[in-house]
């Protein structure tokens, strides 16, 4: 059975305070390895796909990497507006279902 | 930009009420699926479609049906609602042409009184 377990399960922050998010795996054959971000209320809004360990990912100030184990979204110079929860998820054999982990609450203060 | 619509973003039904919820995607893709999201829980799938009239169960599908007559609709089906089906419904379709991406839709919370 295929997991996922997401760390911490909440982060906060200040403005300019790099960090990372951890996400850890098991799974029979990765087919992938999924980032989403999830506001309030909304539905969670893709992120990246990595493949295959030694991967990243860079969108403005997230990068996400992946080894055989785990994956980390990194937060660099964070701002207010990355507050949100992260969701990490991991798709494995012949279909396409996603296991999600429970995510990390990120909140970014002024 | 691939485009996943749910009926309704609130609802609120009585127990044993039949609900039915629907999805739908503008992008001609083949798979589509029905999540709920629940606190502490995560996402959770309930039932997910890789074809039109072909369906398979996911982690959670008792209590649900689903119906996928067109390649581009997806409902949902609670035959007798209960309270502990109150929740977060999110619909997912899934693009495989380059990147595999399943696209999200903005949700529908359900309250079952």
């Known amino acids: 059975e295929d997991q996922v377990t997401q760390s911490p399960e909440a982060l906060r922050l200040q403005e300019g305070e790099s960090s990372s998010l951890n996400c850890s795996y098991t799974?029979?054959?990765?087919?992938?390895l999924f980032w989403y971000r999830q506001d309030p209320g909304k539905g969670p809004e893709f992120l990246f796909t990595?493949?295959?360990a030694g991967e990243e990912k860079e969108k403005e100030r997230l990068k996400a990497t992946l080894t055989k184990k785990e994956s980390f979204l990194h937060i660099t110079a964070p701002k207010p507006e990355d507050s949100a929860t992260y969701l990490c998820?991991?798709?494995?054999?012949?279909?396409?279902?996603?296991?999600f982990g429970k995510g990390t609450l990120l909140t970014v203060n002024p | 930009d691939v485009k996943v619509t749910q009926s309704s973003r609130y609802l609120v039904k009585r127990t044993g009420e039949k609900v039915f919820l629907e999805c739908v995607q503008d992008?001609?893709?083949?798979?589509m699926f029905w999540y709920r999201q629940d606190p502490g829980l995560g996402l959770r799938l309930i039932y997910f479609?890789?074809?039109?009239?072909?369906?398979e169960k996911g982690d959670i599908p008792e209590g649900y049906s689903v119906s996928r007559e067109k390649k581009e609709r997806f409902s949902l089906i609670l035959e007798s609602a209960s309270t502990n089906q109150t929740s977060m419904y999110l619909c997912?379709?899934?693009?495989?042409?380059?990147?595999?991406?399943?696209?999200f839709g903005p949700g529908t919370r359900l309250l079952v009184l």
């Open positions: 997912a379709s899934l693009r495989l042409a380059g990147a595999e991406t399943q696209y």
């Open positions: 799974v029979s054959g990765l087919r992938g």
């Open positions: 990595l493949y295959s």
């Open positions: 992008m001609d893709h083949e798979n």
């Open positions: 998820a991991v798709s494995g054999g012949s279909n396409y279902k996603l296991t």
């Open positions: 479609s890789y074809d039109v009239k072909m369906k």
